[in-house]
């Protein structure tokens, strides 16, 4: 799998919207974009993912450059239950894929 | 509601004791997964299973053994843990062909071995 890069940690206000980054420059053309978040105690929990178009669920937005080589994790609105540690994962789409997880940024919600 | 569940949320075990970890989800998945995760290494995957009575080594697998008699069920098994396997201990299940490729993840295990 190809390997992101994302900030240690980023703040934001409650109620505004958070922007993940994520760089992948390596990213091979039949990978996608997953996103997952963990919450402290709590076991992963899956936001989103895209290939090469921008997407858009009810959890966030997904933005992905033309040349793919990063891509941006959108929470229009940050409530405080929205502080989690965020990871951001290349992966190819297959039915045996797993999952590794790197460091993540850790995204902390205040008042 | 989707669910996958562990059989603990904390444990504390022995050294040399046989250490049984389950995990069981309702959605009918094919695949299932055994991973643990430790501070600065990340997420790392112990063993997977694609099938009932099938399985296939992760990154990690010494030390482990998994069992996949049931469908919905998928065990860790420590024949005999060791401090260095104290960590938390995640199970997570996916449908085989989902378009999605989304992994289930269960509320995870803090095991510490003594």
């Known amino acids: 799998d190809a390997k992101t890069t994302q900030p240690p940690s980023m703040d934001c206000a409650e109620g505004r919207a958070a922007n993940l980054p994520c760089n992948h420059s390596t990213i091979s053309g039949n990978e996608y974009v997953y996103w997952y978040r963990q919450i402290h105690s709590q076991g992963p929990q899956y936001i989103i993912h895209g290939l090469k178009n921008n997407e858009t669920n009810e959890m966030a937005s997904l933005i992905i450059t033309e040349d793919r080589k990063s891509s941006t994790l959108i929470l229009p609105h940050a409530t405080l239950r929205d502080t989690a540690v965020y990871y951001c994962?290349?992966?190819?789409?297959?039915?045996?894929?797993?999952?590794?997880f790197g460091k993540g940024t850790m995204l902390l919600v205040s008042p | 509601d989707v669910k996958v569940t562990q059989s603990s949320r904390y444990l504390v075990k022995r050294t040399g004791e046989k250490v049984f970890l389950e995990c069981v989800q309702d959605?009918?998945?094919?695949?299932m997964f055994w991973y643990r995760q430790d501070p600065g290494l990340g997420l790392r995957l112990i063993y997977f299973s694609y099938d009932v009575k099938m399985k296939e080594k992760g990154d990690i697998p010494e030390g482990y053994s998994v069992s996949r008699e049931k469908k919905e069920r998928f065990s860790l098994i420590l024949e005999s843990a060791s401090t260095n396997q104290t960590s938390m201990y995640l199970c997570?299940?996916?449908?085989?062909?989902?378009?999605?490729?989304?992994?289930?993840f269960g509320p995870g295990t803090r095991l510490t071995v003594l």
């Open positions: 997570a299940s996916t449908r085989r062909l989902a378009v999605y490729n989304e992994q289930f």
């Open positions: 994962i290349v992966m190819l789409l297959s039915g045996y894929s797993t999952l590794t």
């Open positions: 959605m009918d998945h094919e695949n």
